[in-house]
């Protein structure tokens, strides 16, 4: 704090400098040294709580403290915080008489009725007559360099508190109980001085020491010397510090002599007295002179750690008094106020363009006088002169040359009749160029006047011109009321508009940089830069005050002073190059109102210059309300950022009782963090940002607003952080940050989830199991009914060997026995022999059946055995030899019924076709396992199949239709002459890793 104490101190000192020179003249609130004072109060209708202002006091941490009657205000420069009764139960019946605040940052609340409340920023500890206070109307509070807490009592008791909270009561002879209230304050150098009635004196090791008897009641104040200030009666002492060789001097006291005033000297060195029902005086060399008047009792003044001087009275509010930074020059009552145009001749005289007919000058030291000659001629616009004096630009009759005489006026030429000048600009050749209304250009050079229609003819629009500006090659810039830029090279005019970047809006003020820049200032459509042919514009959206800017001028500190249509704003050069550059996206604008002296200011458009800096620093605005003076030399640039303060975390509405390791229960709807940056420079101007990490990606600006709002947060760690901007744009660094954490719901903590997942696990084992129990008994109910099968497919097949066969087999031997016995009868013979053949061949196809229903022979080794064991019974009454190429071993793959009959009946049908059709002499039967694919080869030597041959056959599309049933291909090879082979290849589904070496035997 003492940093920033130094810092605005310097700031106020070096404005009240430079403010000085320009209060001459200078209307509202001049002070009795020439210093302008700006006033402002805050009632009820304001947002003060209440209008009686009894103490008041600031906390380290910037928080300015109200007493009022009934507790005391909290005051951050825009809010009003009420804390009475229903913060604390002694406010019900406790008037605040004094605050102090002691070098731990607590409030110290003196009370009417209920003794002394401190107040530590959490909570409030009462101390009174439990606590052995020996009164409870309190009137003074001071703190020692101990840090021990001295009270002193409206009847005149004395006692002080120490760092336990323990209460000693000091009975001085000097003091007397029931003499009436006790005063006490502490000088520079740290002594305590005590005052009751017309008695004063220094409190030293317990015992009163000097005492002094006034003439009439003493008030005391310590003096920044180390003296004391004493007013007694009719007189004000300045007593010099002790040890000094000062003589003491009296001054004339304004207050009554029977009252007892209050006393403050600030920090530049002034002494205030605030008088009952009189008002506040101030010390200027050697009398008194009155600040202000009021009806209204004062109960404090006070000065805050920004030099603002405060007041409280008896119902009328606080007010706030401090330098004003901007003078307002008043035109004469009686007539409209509004200053057009403003310049300076080099003379340094100021001189203004008037609404209503009316030229005034003032010169570096007198007083603002009009000049004669424009009475019935409105002028519009001024210039400096290089000759002296200045050019005034006029309605309808063109414009004049004016020094300080009354000016000829002729009667206008006839080009000027329907115009009014409404810019005037000269170049570095001397040239004037003159823009009108509703249109046209004029140059006047060496004498020569030169008239639009020339203009017009090389291409200048036909619209009214507000702008002028040059460039370093001598080229005019023009800017007009449609929104259209022009360049004039001396031959013909450019024409930039929309299509090339401008905004549209009309073109109030033109300015070059030393750089070469021209920068563009809109009357909507905010602040433009023109470099190589590109623009660039910013707008409220990017943080500029207002997007009518009628006047640019640079102040020669780095800053741009913009004319708006809100007021007077300030913006950092390098801040605008840098957003033209786009190395930034928004801009730090200052913007002076209010707090600054500058309530409902409107500076004019559409008529330059309307703003000027002068050689001396200076810079005039033209407003609606008068000329608007400004140092910007006396604005301090560099101040620290304000402190900040986070006030609460609502969580619902319901605060959170502690910052430190904050944890908040899942399910909440909206976290709100509420928070300030206590100011009172320029309260509104303080800008804010914010960022909640683990939530918010950047930094979200808050601009003004103090209170940041999120909603239901996912459990996790977080970190709210707060920076806030003084009005120069100094952000905090580092920002403020407030860690926390959402707890999760108990569905949402890791053991739940944990738990979830091992409930899950065991229901997905449980349903595993289940379906795998459902499958086991579905393939046991299968295996069994697959075993019924089998066991019905052996009974079959036993029934049909054991009794169909064996009836077949003896039909057979019966035929082939008669047929012997009736060899004399050829016919019956060959009956029973056909007879005897068809019963073998039914044997065989009988066999045949028996072996494929016999659920023992389902698997490959005994497919391949039989094929083997019925290709050799097949060929063995045969010319033609049959050869047989085996795998050694086989795997015990189980084969469906239906794929061992399909493939065992394409086998036989291409050994029959072999032996019906091919002649052969030899025949090779082949069997191969590759993986899960058996193939069955049958090659003969044979005559083979002609060409065509095979897709007129039956037997072959037989072969190929048993195969596609079983998921099988047929391949079949001839060639005339050269035998035939047929390749059957089959799917198996699976093979058993267990060889079969001796398949049991086809029956």
Not at 107 to 119: D, Y
Not at 214 to 225: E, I, K, T, W
Not at 656 to 683: C, D, E, Q, V, W
């Amino acid at each position: 704090m003492p940093r920033t104490l130094s810092i605005f101190s310097i700031f106020w000192l070096v404005a009240l400098a430079a403010t000085r020179p320009l209060a001459a003249g200078m209307a509202s609130g001049a002070a009795s040294d020439g210093e302008a004072l700006s006033s402002r109060t805050w009632q009820t209708d304001d947002g003060l709580p209440r209008n009686t202002i009894t103490a008041i006091a600031q906390t380290p941490d910037g928080y300015l403290w109200l007493g009022t009657p009934f507790g005391v205000i909290r005051f951050d420069g825009i809010n009003f915080t009420p804390m009475e009764d229903e913060t604390h139960g002694a406010f019900t019946r406790a008037r605040t008489r004094v605050l102090c605040v002691d070098r731990f940052g607590r409030l110290w609340i003196g009370t009417g009725t209920a003794g002394v409340i401190r107040h530590d920023g959490h909570s409030f500890t009462q101390i009174d007559s439990r606590k052995g206070l020996p009164h409870p109307t309190i009137s003074a509070l001071c703190e020692d360099l101990q840090g021990n807490m001295w009270i002193g009592s409206q009847e005149g008791s004395l006692a002080w508190v120490d760092d336990r909270d323990e209460v000693h009561a000091l009975n001085l002879p000097e003091v007397q109980r029931g003499g009436g209230p006790v005063q006490l304050v502490r000088d520079r150098r740290g002594q305590m001085w005590f005052a009751q009635r017309n008695l004063y004196g220094r409190l030293e090791a317990g015992a009163a020491t000097g005492v002094t008897t006034a003439a009439g009641p003493v008030a005391l104040c310590p003096s920044r010397d180390g003296g004391m200030w004493v007013n007694a009666g009719n007189i004000v002492i300045k007593l010099p510090p002790a040890g000094a060789t000062d003589e003491p001097r009296s001054f004339a006291s304004p207050s009554r002599p029977t009252q007892t005033p209050l006393l403050l000297e600030d920090r530049r060195g002034h002494f205030w007295m605030g008088c009952q029902e009189l008002g506040l005086f101030r010390l200027a060399g050697a009398e008194f002179r009155r600040e202000s008047a009021t009806a209204h009792r004062y109960h404090a003044l006070f000065e805050d750690q920004e030099s603002n001087l405060w007041t409280g009275t008896e119902g009328g509010g606080l007010t706030r008094i401090r330098p004003r930074l901007f003078q307002t020059v008043r035109l004469p009552p009686g007539g409209p106020q509004a200053v057009l145009s403003v310049g300076e001749d080099l003379a340094g005289n100021v001189w203004l363009s008037a609404q209503g007919a009316a030229l005034f000058k003032r010169s570096p030291a007198g007083p603002l006088t009009r000049v004669a000659g424009f009475t019935n001629i409105g002028t519009t616009c001024v210039l400096p002169n290089p000759e002296g004096g200045i050019w005034a630009g006029t309605v309808g009759w063109g414009f004049h040359a004016v020094t300080g005489a009354a000016p000829n006026l002729p009667e206008a030429p006839t080009p000027f009749r329907n115009r009014q000048i409404r810019s005037l600009h000269q170049d570095a050749r001397g040239q004037l160029w003159l823009g009108c209304l509703p249109d046209g250009l004029f140059r006047w050079f060496d004498g020569q006047l030169t008239l639009p229609q020339k203009f017009f003819d090389r291409g200048l629009p036909a619209s009214a011109i507000w702008a002028l500006a040059s460039d370093a090659r001598g080229q005019l810039w023009l800017g007009t009321i449609g929104g259209e830029l022009c360049r004039y090279d001396g031959t013909n005019f450019l024409r930039l508009g929309q299509a090339d970047g401008l905004p549209g809006a009309s073109i109030g003020a033109l300015h070059f940089s030393p750089a070469g820049d021209l920068w563009i200032g809109t009357l909507g459509g905010g602040l433009g830069r023109l470099r190589d042919g590109q623009f660039v514009f910013a707008d409220v959206r990017h943080g500029l005050a207002d997007d009518v800017i009628s006047g640019i001028v640079d102040d020669g500190l780095g800053w741009f002073w913009l004319s708006t249509d809100r007021g007077i704003v300030r913006v950092r050069q390098r801040d605008l190059e840098e957003f033209a550059d786009g190395q930034r996206s928004r801009l730090d604008s200052v913007h002076f109102g209010r707090d600054d002296g500058q309530a409902n200011l409107e500076c004019i458009a559409g008529y330059q210059p309307a703003v000027w800096r002068t050689r001396a620093g200076e810079i005039w605005f033209a407003t609606s309300q008068g000329a608007v003076v400004v140092n910007p030399g006396a604005i301090p640039t560099n101040l620290p950022p304000p402190a900040l303060v986070l006030e609460k975390i609502l969580v619902d509405d319901h605060e959170a009782p502690s910052r430190t390791g904050l944890k908040i229960a899942y399910g909440f709807r909206r976290l709100l963090f509420r928070y300030t940056a206590p100011s009172f420079a320029a309260p509104e101007r303080v800008r804010f940002r914010h960022q909640l990490a683990g939530f918010d990606p950047e930094w979200v600006e808050a601009d003004t607003r103090r209170v940041a709002t999120y909603p239901r947060l996912p459990p996790g760690r977080y970190a709210f952080h707060l920076t806030a901007a003084n009005p120069g744009g100094a952000w905090n660094d580092p920002a403020l940050m407030v860690p926390f954490e959402v707890l999760p719901a108990y569905w949402q903590t890791t053991w739940f989830r944990l738990a979830l997942w091992l409930a899950f696990g065991l229901l997905v084992a449980a349903g595993v199991r289940y379906r795998y129990v459902q499958k086991m008994r579905r393939k046991l109910a299968r295996l069994e009914r697959e075993r019924a099968v089998e066991q019905e497919r052996m009974r079959i097949a036993r029934d049909i060997h054991d009794d169909l066969g064996a009836r077949l087999t003896q039909m057979a031997f019966l035929s082939e026995l008669t047929a012997s016995e009736l060899s004399a009868e050829p016919q019956a013979g060959e009956r029973l022999a056909k007879i005897a053949d068809g019963s073998r061949q039914a044997i065989r196809s009988l066999e045949e059946i028996v072996w494929a229903v016999n659920p023992k022979r389902d698997s490959l080794p005994h497919l391949v055995d039989y094929l083997s064991h019925y290709a050799n019974e097949f060929f063995r009454a045969t010319p033609a030899r049959c050869r047989q190429d085996l795998p050694l071993l086989l795997p015990e793959t189980p084969l469906p019924a239906e794929l061992r009959h399909h493939l065992f009946l394409a086998c036989k049908e291409a050994l029959n076709n072999i032996q019906k059709h091919a002649h052969a002499t030899e025949v090779w039967l082949r069997v191969r396992l590759a993986d899960t694919t058996l193939t069955v080869e049958i090659e003969d030597n044979g005559k083979g199949l002609a060409p065509g041959s095979a897709a007129t056959g039956n037997g072959l599309a037989n072969l190929h239709t048993r195969l596609q049933q079983i998921n099988g291909s047929c391949l079949v090879t001839s060639a005339p002459g050269r035998g035939t082979r047929v390749r059957l290849l089959v799917p198996l589904p699976g093979k058993s890793a267990t060889p079969a070496v001796h398949p049991e035997p086809a029956p």
